[in-house]
């Protein structure tokens, strides 16, 4: 079993920033493959960042260049960077940890809300 915590969601201004954090425990967290995904009211989840085991990255196309994701195994922490945000980026973030490539399995948080607004 894997807990994930999130924070640092809030409300900000277009053109602000934030980072949010995702604390893991109960299991071997530099094991598992990390993302951020969001959702918007009445659309679906979808993937924004992910950092696999080894440090390989990857974004959705609508962030490149303005989000960055980081983790830190020594304090089971994966965060993402939230630059230039955009109104579009209104969403609750939810933190995903996956270890099925293992025989594992996966595990969410309970998301944290970032709103982008003037």
């Known amino acids: 079993q894997v807990q994930l915590v999130e924070s640092g969601g809030g409300l900000v201004q277009p053109g602000g920033s934030l980072r949010l954090s995702c604390v893991a425990s109960?299991?071997?967290?530099?094991?598992?493959?990390m993302a951020w995904y969001r959702q918007a009211p009445g659309n679906e989840r979808v993937l924004v960042a992910l950092i696999t085991s080894d440090g390989y990255t990857d974004y959705t196309r609508s962030v490149k260049g303005r989000f960055t994701i980081s983790r830190d195994n020594a304090k089971n922490t994966v965060y993402l960077q939230m630059n230039s945000l955009e109104p579009e980026d209104t969403s609750v973030y939810y933190c995903?940890?996956?270890?099925?490539?293992?025989?594992?399995?996966?595990?969410w948080g309970q998301g944290t809300r970032v709103t982008v607004s003037s």
């Open positions: 995903n940890a996956d270890n099925r490539h293992n025989g594992g399995s996966t595990y």
């Open positions: 109960g299991s071997i967290f530099s094991l598992y493959a």
